[in-house]
C-alpha cells in the first residue's frame, strides 16, 4: 500500500494485494446460490479504480520450500479508446531471455472487453478487438496471422481485469458473485468469490477495514 491518500473511501471496499485486499484461497461451494455478474451492473463503483502502477509478487510454498516465484508489473490507467472513455491495463513479466506483455482495454463504466494484445519482447503475438457479442481474434504464432470472428456471450469479461471487477462489486449487497472470464485463444472461465469475513488490516495508510474473500 503506497502512503498517499486514497481516491474513495476504502472502509468496506476491495483493492487486489498491494491495494488492500486479502483473499482466502479455500474453494467455495459451488452448490450454494452465486449472483452472475453482468456488465450493468456495477453502477459508479468502477470510480473505484485508479490510476496506478505496482507490483505483484506471487509463489508456492512447500513446507519451507518456495517455487514458481513471479513478479508481475501491474500498470492501471484511464484513457481513451476509439472514442470511448477505458481503463488501460498493462501487465509485464520478464523471463531471461524475454519480456511478456499483455495490454488490455475496457470499458470504464461496464469494465466489458474493448481491445487485447499480447506481446513478447517487441513482437505481438496475440490480438482481439471485441464489438458487441463478437470477438476478432488474431495468433499470429498458430494460425499465421489469420483472423477469427467467434461469437461470445455478453456477459464476458477479459481474465486480466480480475482484480478490477472484484474491486468494484458491492459484497454487502452481493456476498456471492460469480464471473464468467475469457482469454482469447482459451476457453472461457468461471470465477466464483465469497465474502466470508471481516478483518483488520494496519498499513501505511491507516488502519483498513476489509472484506475476507474466498475464490475459485
Known sequence: MKGRSLPFNIKKTLSLLIRGIITNKKRVRIGQPCRLVHLFE?????????EDNYKVFSYQKDGSLF??????NRQIERTDY?????IRITESETEPRKVNKTTIFINDKTLGPLYYEIRVNDTVTEKADFDHQFMWFTDSVNSKGGKKKIEIQSSFY???SFSELVECVDFKKYPKVRFETISPGKAPHQFFAERIAEKDIRSLVGQLDCWLLSSQ
Open 82 to 86: 476509439e472514442g470511448q472513455k477505458c
Open 67 to 72: 517455487s514458481n516465484i513471479s513478479i508481475l
Open 158 to 160: 477479459l481474465s486480466n
Open 42 to 50: 456495477f453502477g459508479d463503483k468502477t470510480n473505484r479504480i485508479s
